[in-house]
């Protein structure tokens, strides 16, 4: 009955987004304002991080140690239960694209006004499976990166670095077995379009770092001159 009760609710849910679809991305419950794609209450709650001013940050922690990059941001702070967290599975499994599209434009603005994120040469989304993008009918870091690329006016390339080994879900791992589980399913297939240029790889959310981390190893090894990371959100 649970299921059935869950499967109903969510069907309502999309129904609703389907039939009013001036709703809040954030809750899909009250109308949104003139000149955001969220309502007032959800606007003024909206989590976003001050990653773009400060050189030191959750994102940039996460590698500390581990890979060097250049610059390293979050847009919002993600927690268990939160708006943030309804929006990244709105996202990732309910073809809500559009969520992606705005956070994407939010994130390249605020990336053009940083004064200290450098403009790269390239922006490169974190891979997923292809078996995946069939499943879901896109990757969500790719919507999220092809909006930044909007904003900033820099390509985006999809078909650089790709996922060929498809793994069992990061969910509930430790950070050592999440760095295990994806240490050599990246593969870099165009090198020359990054050798010697400065990248920006897009991510939909940093929780550990270890998928992230493994990216940007294969994109050193390909002889990316930086490597900058831009994600929707950061757990922590």
Same mark, same amino acid.
């Given at each position: 009955?649970?299921?059935?009760?869950?499967?109903?609710?969510?069907?309502?849910?999309?129904?609703?987004?389907?039939?009013?679809?001036?709703?809040?991305?954030?809750?899909?419950?009250?109308?949104?304002?003139?000149?955001?794609?969220?309502?007032?209450?959800?606007?003024?709650?909206?989590?976003?991080?001050?990653?773009?001013?400060?050189?030191?940050?959750?994102?940039?922690?996460?590698?500390?140690?581990?890979?060097?990059?250049?610059?390293?941001?979050?847009?919002?702070?993600?927690?268990?239960?939160?708006?943030?967290?309804?929006?990244?599975?709105?996202?990732?499994?309910?073809?809500?694209?559009?969520?992606?599209?705005?956070?994407? @434009?939010?994130?390249?603005? =605020? +990336?053009?006004?940083?004064?200290?994120? /450098?403009?790269?040469? !390239?922006? $490169?989304? &974190?891979?997923?499976?292809?078996?995946?993008?069939?499943?879901?009918?896109?990757?969500?870091?790719?919507?999220?990166?092809?909006?930044?690329?909007?904003?900033?006016?820099?390509?985006?390339?999809?078909?650089?670095?790709?996922?060929?080994?498809?793994?069992?879900?990061?969910?509930?791992?430790?950070?050592?077995?999440?760095?295990?589980?994806?240490?050599?399913?990246?593969?870099?297939?165009?090198?020359?379009?990054?050798?010697?240029?400065?990248?920006?790889?897009?991510?939909?959310?940093?929780?550990?770092?270890?998928?992230? @981390?493994?990216?940007?190893? =294969? +994109?050193?090894?390909?002889?990316?001159? /930086?490597?900058?990371? !831009?994600? $929707?959100? &950061?757990?922590?």
């Amino acid at each position: 009955m649970k299921k059935i009760a869950h499967y109903i609710k969510a069907l309502v849910g999309d129904l609703i987004h389907v039939l009013f679809p001036d709703l809040c991305l954030a809750c899909s419950k009250s109308p949104k304002t003139r000149d955001a794609a969220f309502c007032v209450e959800c606007l003024h709650a909206m989590p976003y991080t001050d990653h773009f001013l400060l050189k030191e940050n959750d994102v940039t922690k996460h590698f500390r140690g581990r890979i060097n990059i250049q610059h390293g941001a979050a847009l919002l702070r993600f927690r268990e239960g939160s708006m943030v967290q309804i929006m990244l599975h709105n996202l990732k499994y309910k073809k809500r694209k559009e969520i992606g599209e705005v956070l994407g @434009e939010i994130a390249g603005k =605020k +990336l053009l006004d940083s004064p200290i994120f /450098s403009l790269p040469d !390239l922006i $490169i989304p &974190v891979p997923v499976h292809p078996k995946k993008v069939r499943r879901r009918g896109y990757n969500q870091s790719t919507i999220f990166g092809k909006a930044v690329s909007a904003a900033i006016h820099v390509s985006i390339a999809e078909d650089v670095l790709i996922k060929e080994t498809e793994t069992t879900s990061q969910t509930g791992k430790s950070r050592t077995e999440r760095v295990e589980n994806v240490s050599e399913v990246f593969v870099l297939n165009k090198p020359e379009a990054i050798t010697g240029r400065n990248v920006l790889i897009v991510d939909d959310v940093v929780t550990t770092g270890a998928t992230l @981390e493994a990216c940007c190893l =294969k +994109l050193k090894e390909g002889g990316a001159k /930086s490597i900058s990371i !831009l994600s $929707i959100a &950061v757990a922590g």
